[in-house]
Nanobody, 126 residues
Framework: QVQLVESGGGLVQAGGSLRLSCAAS????????MGWFRQAPGKEREFVAI????????YYVDSVKGRFTISRDNAKNTMALQMNSLKPEDTAVYYC???????????????????WGEGTLVTVSL
């Protein structure tokens, strides 16, 4: 299995940027398709983006397309989420997740992922 640790969260003004990182340890990182999810207060956890094991394919939820970029570095066992033009509605705990199942260019549900980090809080103020 793989262990995941997120970092990079914080407080930012609307329109600003943050870069989240996910560090993986354990089994071979490149074996996993990786994703970012988020959970706002009082809401269910929702999909943000997914990246294939090689990094060649990505898919985003419509609300972040053109603003967020998911990437990975298999040599360093890390994944990142560059978030630009942040909005107050992006405020949430962001989770890194991994799945051993095949990549799909579609919306993912939490049940589709096999391993989770503990999350990092992103707060976007007006």
């Amino acid at each position: 299995q793989v262990q995941l640790v997120e970092s990079g969260g914080g407080l930012v003004q609307a329109g600003g940027s943050l870069r989240l990182s996910c560090a993986a340890s354990g089994r071979t990182f490149s074996s996993y398709n990786m994703g970012w999810f988020r959970q706002a207060p009082g809401k269910e956890r929702e999909f943000v983006a997914i990246i294939s094991w090689s990094g060649a394919r990505t898919y985003y939820v419509d609300s972040v397309k053109g603003r967020f970029t998911i990437s990975r570095d298999n040599a360093k066992n890390t994944m990142a989420l560059q978030m630009n033009s942040l909005k107050p509605e992006d405020t949430a705990v962001y989770y890194c997740a991994a799945t051993e199942r095949g990549y799909r260019a579609t919306y993912y549900y939490p049940k589709d992922m096999d391993y989770w980090g503990e999350g990092t809080l992103v707060t976007v103020s007006l």
